[in-house]
């Protein structure tokens, strides 16, 4: 390609993209990528303008003239889950003779895989590039009919042909691809995105709100009504605008009205954005405890309160990729006051992220949690669980201010029927952790230990497998009782329930 493309907004308003996003195309297209016969992959969530890009890209390279060596095909994997490999190449056939009618068919096979192989020969020698933009590549792991041969074929023929792939997807392609229930989980498709990777947040800068804003309106008073009181989301401003448009008068005489207005049609979207922290890389649902984390952070921050950074570095540099929160000065803030405004009422109506739950203390039988302080926000989440099922459990909140903590450890661990531990990078690497299982060990006795020892695996971390001390782990738990935390949360907290019985239970 001989031609830089101009990326600036006020060139390009008709793109209808603004701030990362330019940086993204021009990425793509001006840093060789194309040039070098390479495939990138977009990565963003749900409305942070993953199929905008990809679109853009298109319709950029179809206008200019330039670079008309490039073929795009835009295909959305959501809306095409149906088609098997040969109506997929089919359909990739008709889009570029569509599109170069100039081009001779060079095959006359009836096979249209052999086609597009034959076709791919001639746009090399053509100095042509055909580039496919997969659009919602996420749902690959509902693809029935595409398989992994597939996508070898087009990973084969990208690696040294004149093929480009751009993605488009919420999870890292490599994430998918190792799914064991994705199509492609024998290929290996996904190494051919690894050097190319664009992370899409939701958030742009006020001037490029600024900038898609007054496309719409020259009311400056308006867009800084909208900026205000929406921030800088260019989803939610751009329904913000649409709502004011149509409730001109409301804006005129009740702004505060206008701005309910704004949350309730936009509660539903709130709602996606705090279940997507509940799924894990493949967009399964691992239930609550396993991202409580990320809504502890962001409970704190609604709150104003202080957090500790050491404890929620991954979570906050997740979030802000994500686009969840960003740095104002020294402090976070949540992407938007209404999102804001929902989460308030959100950890309104589930108290358990609110409160840490009351440790038992009394002469019934009861189960002694063992984990690490770093792992609390799980932790606790799991306890307030256990309580609500009946279960009395003790844990070191439970130590009155003028007791000696070590002593009270000690009696707490010697009248305890079952001891939970929470198995972690961070407790396998506790002292007090470990000289609370050795402990009980050595009260219980071998024989008896498996009965009353229960783990919970929150790490995938190296485990013992005898008596002498292991890399990351200081004492012996592979002959224990051990569920993973939570792959399935229904499923495992009905085993968690049914290996700890009733014996401590109300």
Known sequence: ?????????????????????????????????????????????????????????????????????????????????????????????????????????????????????????????????????????????????????????????????????????????????????????????????????????????????????????????????????????????????????DNYEQYLNDKEYLISIFFEKNETHFEACTNYLELDDQNKRKGEAFKLNYIKLLNKIVEQKSYERSVFKKEINELKKKGFIYESGCTLKIFSPLYEKYLIEYFNRHEIYNQNPIAYNGPEPYIFVSYSHADSSIVLGQINKLQKEGFRVWYDEGIPTSGKWKKVIEEKID?????????????????EVNEEIARFKELIGKKDYNQHFLMLILDDIKLCKSEKTGDAVQFVISDCNGLRIPIDEDEYFIRLINVLGDECKV
Not at 182 to 189: E, L, R
Request: aromatic share 10%; proline share 2%; charged share 25%.
């Open 1 to 245: 390609m001989s031609k830089k493309f101009s990326l600036n907004p006020a060139d390009n308003k008709s793109n209808k993209l603004y701030g990362h996003s330019f940086l993204i195309i021009d990425e793509i297209l001006n840093e060789t990528i194309l040039e070098r016969n390479e495939s990138a992959s977009i990565i963003g969530e749900t409305k942070s303008g993953k199929t905008s890009i990809l679109k853009s890209i298109e319709k950029l390279i179809e206008d200019d003239v330039s670079i008309a060596n490039i073929i795009p095909i835009y295909i959305d994997l959501k809306a095409y889950s149906y088609l098997d490999p040969d109506q997929i190449f089919k359909y990739f056939l008709e889009v570029i003779y569509a599109k170069r009618p100039e081009l001779v068919k060079s095959s006359l096979s009836s096979n249209n895989m052999l086609a597009f192989s034959d076709l791919i020969i001639c746009c090399e020698r053509e100095n042509l590039i055909i580039l496919l933009l997969f659009d919602e590549f996420d749902h690959v792991l509902e693809l029935k009919e595409l398989n992994s041969y597939f996508f070898s074929f087009l990973r084969g023929t990208a690696k040294k042909n004149a093929l480009s792939i751009i993605t488009a997807s919420r999870n890292l392609v490599g994430d998918i691809c190792h799914n064991a229930k994705s199509v492609i989980s024998a290929s290996f498709f996904w190494d051919i995105f690894t050097n190319n990777i664009s992370y899409l947040s939701c958030l742009i800068d006020e001037s490029n709100a600024r900038a898609m804003l007054n496309e719409k309106t020259v009311d400056e008073e308006l867009i800084s009504f909208l900026i205000e009181n929406v921030n800088l989301n260019p989803y939610l401003l751009k329904l913000a605008y649409n709502t004011v448009e």
């Open 415 to 431: 009248n305890c029927k079952k001891f939970l531990f929470f198995n972690s990078i961070n407790s396998s690497i506790s002292p």
